[in-house]
């Protein structure tokens, strides 16, 4: 699995290079679909992010739903067989399968439809969503474990939003706060952004491109959702948009090194 996994790497960063193009510049024109529920969708959308920077993006979601039922609706599998895709984003939320099947559902789940996007050619990404208060009964830390397991099982890149926004996330600790609505469930437009500079950032660590997965790429690519209204009628924090992208750029950064640690530092939810 992973020589195969290496192959579609290769691929990739060999597309990113041709005619002189920067391996960013390429993945841009990527196609990606994004599988998932209102974490996926919810305004702007995760698909309307990518979009904004070049990305042809499309998504087949469905509020509340999880990967199992995404997976028996068809319609997902459908999109993904069509091999139109270089990269899927998988986004689950094990709350809402409840109790104690949570983790082996999502197992199982995750499984099929990491199978199904490689057998399409394209490469998976796992996005790690927040715990949230309507449904209490599996945490932040369940939920990372559980993708930790899926990502040494399966030997499939995890972009841990996760660990970055909510009320258990990095974020909750810094001036911005936890991100969300005010159902404490679906984050604010500033969360979406900075849960699509996290799958970003793992979509480039899936290929090998430490370029588009530093700082400096992803607080360009935060400054320019700002500045060309990807937020546009939200309220957002009091800063320039400069030091905005910023601190998302930060937060991006640390979220991901919290993940290459985990779970040594799993208790230490509000490290900064």
């Not at 192959?7 to 002189?20: C, D, E, I, V």
């Not at 391996?23 to 679909?33: G, I, K, Q, S, Y």
């Not at 936890?178 to 899936?206: I, N, Q, S, W, Y």
Request: hydrophobic share 45%; glycine share 8%.
């Amino acid at each position: 699995m992973r020589g195969e996994l290496v192959r579609r790497r290769t691929r990739l960063q060999n597309s990113a290079h041709q005619n002189g193009a920067p391996a960013h510049a390429a993945m841009a024109a990527t196609r990606v679909l994004f599988v998932g529920n209102s974490l996926t969708y919810w305004r702007p959308g995760l698909d309307a992010l990518f979009r904004g920077w070049g990305f042809d993006a499309a998504a087949v979601t469905e509020g509340g739903a999880t990967l199992q039922v995404l997976w028996d609706a068809g319609t997902a599998l459908k999109a993904i067989r069509s091999g139109q895709y270089g990269f899927v984003v998988l986004q689950d939320d094990m709350p809402e399968y409840g109790g104690a099947a949570a983790a082996s559902k999502f197992q199982k789940y995750t499984r099929h439809f990491v199978e199904a996007v490689r057998e399409s050619a394209a490469v998976p990404i796992l996005l790690l969503t927040h715990s949230y208060d309507r449904i209490k009964h599996t945490r932040l830390h369940a939920i990372a474990s559980a993708h930790q397991e899926a990502a040494r099982a399966l030997d499939v890149t995890v972009a841990p939003s996760g660990l970055v926004i909510g009320r258990e996330g990095l974020s909750a600790a810094s001036r911005l706060g936890a991100l969300l609505c005010r159902d404490k469930e679906h984050p604010l437009p500033v969360g979406m952004l900075l849960t699509a500079l996290v799958v970003r950032a793992a979509m480039a660590d899936a290929c090998g491109d430490a370029r588009a997965a530093s700082a400096e790429r992803l607080q360009e690519l935060a400054l320019n959702a700002i500045q060309t209204g990807a937020l546009s009628g939200a309220a957002l924090p009091e800063a320039a948009p400069e030091a905005l992208a910023a601190t998302l750029a930060s937060l991006v950064q640390a979220g991901r090194q919290w993940w290459r640690t985990f779970p040594e530092d799993a208790s230490d939810v509000t490290a900064s």
